[in-house]
């Protein structure tokens, strides 16, 4: 721990392109970008499952099928398949971001179309009792009651994409797996041990972060010790009153 403690404070480790702030931006940078891709694919598909009723099992499957995927392999075939028709640094980059959309994929998916399960149907009759339309009854009553379970899904993605991104120095990227790699190379095993606490610590970082911005946007009445069903509604119950 003495060696570990030593290549952490070194000030040679915090400094230039190879340094830790910047690999860590750069290992940021890969999590961010897949962790919006993979909520343009999961978050729409987990509003219309969770809605509609349709297509559950077939969600539950390919979730399932995500899971299973083994990212190294999943990397290496996107590089052949990618490198003769992508140039410079985008025909390794791009099949790294890939592998980490395939594993942020299913739980934002399995968050959101749970959360959007999970609302009390009272709550969406006295919606639709009051006039709403289906796209009202989602967006007004269906999404914000979801927002609990669906920023869990985001959290628990992220966390998955920030562990895993280290795959990225395998291709010859930066990134904070650079020091794991670098380091079995030439077995610093100091380098490879700091490395590794790095990306812990960076993934708790963010993960405070997404917790922090979860109760900013999270109704305070959805995080009480109510039930979420009761609480539903008798928020319609009380706007029915006023309408």
Do not use: K
């Not at 919006?36 to 598909?45: D, R, S, T």
């Amino acid at each position: 721990m003495a060696d570990v403690l030593a290549w952490l404070t070194d000030p040679a480790n915090w400094s230039g392109q190879g340094g830790i702030p910047a690999q860590a931006l750069a290992h940021l940078r890969y999590s961010v970008i897949a962790l919006l891709l993979a909520c343009l694919v999961a978050v729409p598909l987990g509003l219309y499952v969770g809605h509609t009723g349709r297509g559950r099992v077939v969600a539950v499957n390919i979730a399932g099928a995500f899971r299973a995927i083994p990212s190294l392999g999943v990397l290496f075939i996107a590089v052949l398949l990618l490198l003769p028709r992508l140039r410079g640094e985008l025909a390794f980059e791009a099949p790294s971001i890939i592998v980490l959309v395939l594993l942020a994929v299913p739980p934002v998916l399995s968050g959101v179309y749970a959360g959007i399960e999970q609302v009390d149907p009272a709550a969406r009759d006295a919606a639709h009792g009051m006039g709403m339309r289906p796209w009202q009854v989602l967006a007004q009553v269906e999404v914000p009651c979801a927002l609990p379970l669906a920023i869990a899904g985001i959290r628990s993605g992220m966390l998955q994409i920030i562990a895993t991104a280290t795959i990225a120095a395998v291709v010859g990227l930066g990134g904070l797996g650079r020091f794991l790699i670098d380091g079995q190379a030439v077995r610093d095993y100091p380098q490879m041990a700091g490395g590794a606490l790095l990306v812990a610590a960076l993934a708790l970082g963010t993960d405070l972060v997404l917790g922090l911005a979860q109760r900013a946007v999270v109704s305070p009445g959805l995080t009480g010790g109510t039930g979420l069903r009761a609480r539903s509604a008798t928020a319609l119950d009380r706007r029915l009153a006023r309408g």
